[in-house]
């Protein structure tokens, strides 16, 4: 099963993979397409005390975005090779513990998938009172998610995004702007002034990252999870080191590992 490369959408019939516990390297995968490998993550439960122990270096990502944007696709796809035409909103917390390598460096990942929440709480009370378990304000990083073909989403994460600066400290905090649904964004749209203020917004002014992708056709999903990993590191601003013994199969590889990124 051929891994669709940049820019180019394959048919539906080969969307869904099996579920194979093997390692992705997703920088490999972008550059020169290559097998659906996925990786069988686990969702958390409804209460924070069911999931996996946090580590003091696990990274906790956070997808937040307007309803039917396709968080949980993107997600999905990342994690599983899986996308499901049928649309079912999420409506509760979901969490997945993938494994990252970026630059030979091994990142333990929570990433929680949330229903739309009509706020960012100020205060951590607030939190506890209607976002308990979320882990809203703890998060190392956030990914917003907008809908290319409906660019009223966008005013949802620009108003979230707002919030979250005034709640807490973003300075070491990554925040990542995606546009997704990169396959519906027609050309009548891509070429108006709203979608290039969008763009120029998120670049010059917010000055953070921004991918646009297709969750349906697995395009570029690897790069957001790629240019997050890469912010998060720059925040570090430590050099790369080498992995943990565990990850020394993939330098089996016959490619460049001056800047891959794996799931493991």
């Known amino acids: 099963m051929e891994r669709a490369k940049d820019n180019e959408f394959p ?45 003091l270096d696990r990274v906790k990502v956070i997808f937040l975005g307007a309803s039917g944007v396709g968080k949980t696709s993107i997600i999905r796809q ?58 809203l304000r703890s998060a190392t990083a956030y990914v917003l998610v907008f809908d290319l073909s409906n660019q009223d989403t966008f005013q949802y994460i620009r108003t979230l995004r707002e919030q979250i600066y005034e709640a807490r400290d973003m300075r070491g905090v990554p925040l990542l702007v995606v546009g997704n649904k990169q396959d519906e964004l027609s050309q009548t749209v891509a070429s108006g002034t709203r979608y290039r203020d969008i763009v120029n917004l998120v670049r010059k002014h917010w000055r953070c990252s921004y991918v646009e992708c297709s969750a349906r056709f697995n395009c570029r999903v690897v790069q957001v999870f790629r240019e997050l990993m890469k912010s998060i ?26 800047e891959r990124c794996i799931l493991l």
């Open 78 to 135: 990342f994690v599983w090779s899986e996308f499901s035409e049928e649309y079912r909103p999420t409506e509760r917390r979901e969490t997945f513990y993938p494994s990252v390598v970026l630059a030979d460096r091994l990142y333990e990942l929570k990433i929680t998938d949330l229903p739309t929440i009509p706020y960012f709480p100020v205060s951590s009370h607030l939190e506890w009172t209607d976002f308990r378990y979320y882990g």
């Open 11 to 55: 048919s539906s019939s080969i969307l869904h993979a099996n579920k194979r516990l093997l390692e992705l390297d997703l920088d490999y995968l972008e550059r020169r397409g290559g097998n659906t490998i996925t990786y069988e993550g686990a969702e958390g439960n409804s209460k924070e005390e069911d999931s996996p122990a946090d580590t």
């Open 233 to 258: 590191q720059a925040i570090e601003g430590r050099p790369n080191s080498p992995s943990p013994a565990a990850t020394q199969p993939m330098r089996s590889h016959q490619h460049d590992t001056s």
